[in-house]
């Protein structure tokens, strides 16, 4: 999953990326809300994390103008006001969920966890297809009730073709979501990944959970259970 920190509290900022990375997810920052704007208007993002009192562009502007441009993905918003007023202000311009600081990690991880996912159509923590399971909160990947050990990139690829079963994923749109988009990205890579996937999850080629569609990219293509 990528995300996109917007904060310009340099501490914080720096605690909530190391802490976002660490549990694998790919994070982009900025402390500044024009840069924000640009940023979430230009690239691909799964989720964006704003706080309300930006300079240049107030929070609440950033996400209006965000959602003008029918930039959809979830926004949760960071503020350290305690005045409803301005939560129901974030809420109205198109956030969809808040924090008060301070906040505990473990908090911001779960309401991340729930924003991903209902955006994704999935109301629960456990995604199930079949045999197959991925636990988004423990990130743990199982087949018939195996633990199966996977590395970190090729646990964020299974996730986010599951999170969007059914669904052509393309290489671009893949790669996207898997790097920061200053990484030297090459879909040869990715290719490993998705073959050391297929091994690991399919090794008797009796599932078949991803499929290639040739000049497209990949689906994962198992039922939901």
């Not at 966890?113 to 999935?122: I, P, T």
């Not at 893949?174 to 490993?192: G, P």
């Not at 399919?202 to 293509?221: A, E, H, K, M, S």
């Amino acid at each position: 999953m990528k995300l996109l920190v917007v904060e310009d509290d340099a501490d914080l900022r720096r605690q909530l990326v190391s802490g976002l990375e660490s549990r694998g997810y790919t994070v982009e920052e900025t402390a500044d809300g024009q840069e924000a704007l640009y940023l979430g208007s230009e690239f691909s993002y799964d989720l964006a994390i704003v706080d309300l009192g930006l300079p240049s562009l107030s929070g609440v502007e950033l996400i209006r103008r965000w959602r003008a441009e029918e930039r959809n993905f979830p926004i949760l918003i960071l503020t350290a006001r305690s005045d409803w007023q301005d939560k129901v202000e974030g809420l109205e311009a198109g956030a969809d969920d808040f924090l008060v600081k301070p906040f505990h990690m473990e908090e911001l991880l779960a309401r991340l966890n729930a924003l991903l996912r209902r955006a994704a159509g999935h109301a629960k923590p456990l995604l199930e297809f079949g045999p197959l399971s991925l636990d988004t909160i423990g990130r743990v990947v199982a087949c018939f009730d195996k633990p199966i050990k996977l590395t970190s990139y090729e646990y964020r690829t299974l996730e986010y073709l599951m999170l969007n079963a059914g669904k052509t994923v393309s290489k671009a749109e893949l790669t996207e979501h898997l790097y920061h988009q200053d990484f030297d990205r090459d879909s040869n890579v990715l290719e490993v990944f998705i073959r050391r996937l297929r091994q690991k999850l399919d090794p008797d080629q009796t599932l078949n959970p991803i499929t290639t569609v040739r000049g497209l990219g990949y689906r994962f293509d198992m039922q939901s259970s």
